[in-house]
């Protein structure tokens, strides 16, 4: 019923920035939260950073001060700034939203994109 695709990754050097991007589509009726999750080899899978319908954010402590989290005029579309990036960074990328559908109406359902690489190269 809804996909998120993102985009935005790549290659970068230590101290660079790069911005992620992800767009949700579907048989939404609203989007209460949207937010980036990481994963690196061998680790799980870990919240970077959320922002809900009313701009309240989140970020995993790692982050703060470097990246910055930011929805869309349209409101279905949610920003990764990353700046200051660090090799550690490395990981892909997750876009997630908590969406009531017009299908299953006044429920949160939880989606997530495919992901999308970053690497930071020391």
């Known amino acids: 019923q809804v996909q998120l695709v993102e985009s935005g990754g790549g290659l970068v050097q230590a101290g660079g920035s790069l911005r992620l991007s992800c767009g949700a589509s579907g048989s939404i009726f609203r989007i209460n939260a949207m937010g980036w999750y990481r994963q690196a080899p061998g680790k799980q899978r870990e919240l970077v950073a959320t922002i809900t319908s009313g701009g309240n954010t989140n970020y995993a402590d790692s982050v703060k001060g470097r990246f910055a989290i930011t929805r869309g005029n349209a409101k279905n579309t949610v920003y990764l700034q990353m700046n200051s990036l660090k090799p550690e960074d490395t990981a892909v990328y997750y876009c997630?939203?908590?969406?009531?559908?017009?299908?299953?109406?006044?429920?949160?359902?939880?989606?997530w994109g495919k992901g999308t690489l970053v690497t930071v190269s020391p």
């Open positions: 997630n939203a908590h969406i009531w559908t017009t299908v299953a109406g006044p429920q949160d359902m939880d989606y």
